[in-house]
């Protein structure tokens, strides 16, 4: 059945699939993982920094992007669409700055991207975007929030989420750790996102990316040395908390 | 070909050609001496050779029947040969007794002649403690291991994919097979493809109890959690007795992911 109805994108498979819709999913799956954290006053966003090629200049290669002083947005998939997506946004919130005179909100400029997705599901001639975004910010209104946008235009509000390859296995992770207690202050929240991304992150700390965003203060990146900190805090943290379970079962 | 009024098909005389077109064809399709040289060069390329990678000497196969065989695993595919590179090959010494080369039109390599050692398809390994793991030849009382992986694409379910919890393991066994399984059997309509159905049907045919366990995963590189996937497999009774230290292996695993790849550029 998918053979005869998965090569337009305009076109519905009797059984109401738009393939090429879920096969840009797949795409999604191909880029690294990032996990998307909402705290009480703080928002995280950590990735999977890819390994480059020798000759390749680091800095390039970016999957954290700051659309506006106080929205920021991870993305995992296809490299170019993204780019594509992210200079629309941010030529959106400033265009949306000067009509209004008023800066964004978070879930403004959410839904300008995923209407923006959406339209290239039902153009001819085209393919959706194959990227889904975890946008991050702060309203005037001093609430964090976290939105996910996927490759078929749809977006949801989430108190956490992860996207790209396994996020599987970081969801059922944050679902079983994601408690009040776990996001009771900034570092809490900040080692949550570091925990959930060593789940799936094979070679530790220098693969890792974290940004974050504070009420009323601009988007911060971490250093490598303050990563390999909260690494190596956050490894001590679990190694405690394994000699107590040890200790209880002995 | 043209079609009168009354239906019937008939052969349009045609002006470019003649009616001894038919001889011509036939003579087209008789083999000049050129053409079996070239098909027979090409038979001797293709030829599958077993040999000896430090001495680059031919193994011969009555060398292979000398090893008795009780136990023949086989891992298909980047992630099922790092986890037994992992978690089975670290325990005890293993010896490489060979290795299968091949060829066909589709290799690029150019130089069929002198294959590098780095181009090895199939490399064979005996447990030296205990030279009864290891085999090419069936056996009646041997028992066959074959895992490999497949993107969670073509397992057909009447669910959607997203909802699977990948990567999970599935298991397809001969009819001579008695152990209980470590996982669920893989379901109609779904078939197995490749080097691993053949092996599979071969001991099916000749009534060697094998099992295939076949790992769904949507990252079909080499993958950490995909290779993790196969750990329920050390549980079944012929591997159990060749594990012995997992924690160790799981650090073999990551210095084997650390090793490896730089990613594309299309995909960040």
């Given at each position: 059945m998918?053979s ?13 699939h ?6 840009a999913?797949?795409a999604v799956k ?7 954290i909402r ?11 890819k390994?480059v ?23 995992a998939?296809?490299?170019?669409d993204?780019?594509?997506v ?11 700055k ?14 300008f ?13 085209r ?18 929030r ?5 490759p ?16 599987k ?25 570091i ?8 070679s ?37 908390a ?9 | ?20 077109e ?19 060069q ?24 000398k ?10 595919g ?6 037994l ?15 299968a080369?091949?060829w ?29 793991v ?10 066959v ?38 996982c ?11 080097l691993p ?8 045919v ?15 590189k ?32 990551k ?12 995909y960040?």
């Amino acid at each position: 059945m998918a053979s005869q109805y998965d090569r337009a994108i305009t076109v519905f498979s009797p059984d109401g699939h738009l393939f090429q819709v879920e096969y840009a999913q797949e795409a999604v799956k191909k880029g690294s993982t990032v996990v998307g954290i909402r705290g009480t006053d703080i928002v995280v966003l950590g990735v999977e920094k890819k390994s480059v090629a020798k000759l390749q200049d680091e800095r390039i290669v970016r999957k954290i992007c700051a659309l506006d002083d106080h929205v920021c947005m991870a993305f995992a998939g296809l490299t170019a669409d993204a780019r594509v997506v992210i200079s629309r946004a941010r030529v959106e919130c400033q265009s949306h700055k000067l009509t209004v005179e008023d800066p964004v909100t978070v879930e403004y400029i959410t839904r300008f991207i995923a209407t923006l997705k959406q339209k290239y599901t039902q153009s001819n001639g085209r393919r959706p975007f194959g990227i889904s975004a975890l946008i991050v910010g702060f309203d005037d209104d001093g609430i964090p929030r976290l939105y996910q946008t996927d490759p078929s235009g749809t977006y949801h509000a989430w108190k956490a989420n992860a996207i790209g390859r396994s996020a599987k296995t970081v969801q059922e992770f944050l679902e079983k750790n994601y408690t009040e207690d776990a996001i009771a202050n900034d570092s809490e929240a900040i080692k949550l996102a570091i925990r959930a991304l060593l789940e799936v992150v094979q070679s530790g700390g220098k693969n890792i990316e974290l940004a974050i965003i504070r009420r009323k203060q601009p988007l911060k990146m971490f250093s490598a040395k303050e990563i390999e900190l909260q690494v190596n805090e956050t490894g001590k943290k679990k190694e405690e908390a394994e000699k107590k379970k040890s200790k209880k079962t002995a | 070909m043209a079609a009168t009024f009354f239906g019937e098909v008939v052969r349009a005389p045609c002006r470019a050609g003649t009616e001894d077109e038919e001889e011509e064809e036939e003579e087209g399709r008789r083999e000049t001496p050129e053409d079996g040289e070239v098909r027979q060069q090409l038979a001797r390329k293709r030829e599958v050779r077993l040999l000896r990678r430090q001495t680059k000497t031919t193994l011969e196969v009555s060398l292979l029947e000398k090893y008795p065989c009780s136990k023949f695993i086989i891992a298909i595919g980047n992630n099922a040969v790092a986890f037994l590179s992992s978690f089975i090959m670290n325990s005890g010494v293993w010896e490489e007794v060979g290795c299968a080369k091949l060829w066909n039109e589709w290799c690029r390599t150019v130089d069929t002649t002198h294959l590098s050692p780095t181009e090895a398809f199939c490399v064979f390994y005996h447990l030296k403690s205990n030279p009864s793991v290891f085999g090419s030849c069936p056996r009646k009382n041997m028992q066959v291991t074959i895992l490999t992986c497949r993107h969670v694409t073509d397992y057909k379910t009447s669910e959607s994919t997203s909802s699977l919890h990948t990567p999970f393991l599935k298991a397809l066994k001969t009819q001579n097979f008695r152990e209980p399984p470590c996982c669920s059997l893989l379901e109609q309509p779904n078939i197995v493809h490749d080097l691993p159905a053949a092996v599979l049907s071969y001991c099916q045919v000749w009534k060697i109890s094998a099992i295939l366990y076949l790992c769904y995963t949507d990252v079909m590189k080499l993958d950490l959690i995909t290779v993790e996937a196969f750990k329920p497999v050390l549980s079944s009774r012929s591997l159990k007795s060749l594990v012995k230290n997992i924690p160790q292996s799981t650090e073999i695993l990551k210095k084997l992911m650390t090793t490896n790849e730089i990613q594309s550029n299309i995909y960040t």
